[in-house]
Structure formats: C-alpha cells, structure tokens
C-alpha cells in the first residue's frame, strides 16, 4: 500500500504535473493522465488541459525530434537562463553548508523567502522542501550527497557570477561569499 504524502488538492495536483514533466518525456494527456493515475491521482482530461494550461505546458519537440510537453521550469539547470534560479542565486547567496541531508543557504537579512521559494519552484526532484528564516534557508535533501552536491552546483552559479567565494580544505564546510 502506497502511503499518500500530499493533499488531493489542485496546487498540489499542478505542482505534481510540473514535477512529472519536469523529469519524463511525456507525449499526451492521456499518458500524463497513466502516471497521476499510478500515483493515485485520478483526474479528469478536461480538468488535465486546465491543470497544462494553468502551469504553462507547451508541447515542443525534444532533440530527438520527439513531440513532448515541456513548462518554462522543465529541464532548466541552474545556471541556464539567467532569469532563473542562477539570477536569483547571485544576487542573495552570501554561503552554504551541507549537514547531512541538509543544505543550509546564508543570504542577506530579508532575503531568505526569496531564494527558497525560487528554489521550491526550481522543479528539482532531489529538494524535498525549504524552510526560510529572515537570512537562512534549510533545504532538505533526498540524500547526503544531494545536499553536498546542491551546496556545491550554487557556489559554482554565484561563482560564475563573478563574486569571489571563500571555500575552506572540508569538503562540505562552510562556504561564504565576500562581499
């Protein structure tokens, strides 16, 4: 028996639908309508177009020349466009630490509620959730490594920015940003 780890309810149906496209090549409404369907989430083809609609689902065809739905959050890494998470990240990371399946991000006072909502937006399967303070976000992880490699994949986005980050020998330690 599957234990049901989120409400019935449309954000979080839509937000499952970003999640799904965000990670699997999916052809149709119908397919799309199999896999919420296998995930317990049962919902009609009309009330499926509205959610596409909702959350910006466009179908394109993928490098292969395959015809699939994508959102402007599907695929993107950080760093890709630069009016997504990698802005976002260079103007409010000042550090980040893993403690084991935790990335704890250090922005300016004001500004934690910003990067962890744009993180939770981000469609990054490995991110559980955030929780924001005034100047700190815990991202909770999948796994240890996750959180080491996110901490990591920011750094080297706010890095590219041009802002010297200060990085200790510990793998893992924390790492802040000059200002």
Do not use: W
Request: glycine residues 8%; aromatic residues 2%; charged residues 20%.
């Amino acid at each position: 028996m599957k234990i049901v780890t989120t409400p019935q309810t449309m954000p979080a149906r839509r937000a499952r639908i970003a999640s799904i496209l965000a990670t699997k090549p999916v052809a149709s409404q119908h397919e799309l309508g199999q896999l919420l369907l296998a995930e317990g989430i049962r919902v009609t083809q009309t009330t499926l177009s509205r959610d596409l609609e909702s959350i910006g689902a466009v179908k394109q065809t993928d490098a292969s020349g395959r015809v699939r739905y994508v959102t402007h959050a599907a695929g993107a890494e950080f760093g890709a466009n630069p009016d997504s998470v990698s802005r976002i990240v260079a103007d409010v990371l000042i550090g980040a630490e893993s403690a084991q399946n935790i990335a704890v991000l250090r922005t300016p006072p004001g500004a934690a509620h910003y990067l962890a909502g744009t993180l939770d937006r981000s469609g990054a399967t490995d991110i559980v959730g955030t929780v924001a303070g005034d100047d700190t976000v815990l991202v909770v992880m999948r796994t240890a490594e996750a959180a080491l490699e996110l901490c990591a994949r920011l750094l080297r986005v706010a890095e590219r920015t041009g802002t010297t980050i200060q990085t200790s020998a510990t793998t893992g330690a924390r790492q802040r940003r000059s200002s």
